[in-house]
């Protein structure tokens, strides 16, 4: 992957396209949203417990791992944007 989003390069997945929407769309809620891509920041997943035990029993089918105030929201997928209005209060 060439950037921390994902979307770039001659094949975008559009299921990336989606999930960068969605993160968009949180921010414009008003919410902080960071991503960490893998490849770029590794030890920020070695550093984080949920993630370094989740990467441990599952290995990469763990990814991706989405928190909500600092809680695992969910493993090995992004949720969609009705998930993450749901979690987080929001109305779409």
């Keep these: 992957m060439c950037c921390s989003s994902g979307v770039c390069g001659p094949g975008i997945e559009p ?6 929407a969605d993160l968009g769309w ?3 809620q008003g919410l902080t949203v960071e991503r960490v891509n ?3 920041e590794p ?4 550093e984080t417990p949920e993630v370094r035990e989740l990467l ?4 990469e089918d763990a990814l ?3 928190f909500i ?8 997928r992004y949720p969609n944007r009705m998930e993450l209005a749901g979690a987080l209060g929001l109305s779409l």
Aim: zero cysteines; hydrophobic letters at 50%.
């Design 38 to 40: 893998l490849g770029q």
């Design 64 to 66: 991706p791992v989405v």
């Design 15 to 20: 299921m990336l396209l989606r999930v960068s």
């Design 56 to 59: 441990d029993r599952d290995g």
């Design 69 to 76: 105030r600092g809680e695992v929201f969910a493993a090995g």
């Design 26 to 28: 949180l921010g414009k």
């Design 43 to 46: 030890m920020r997943f070695v």
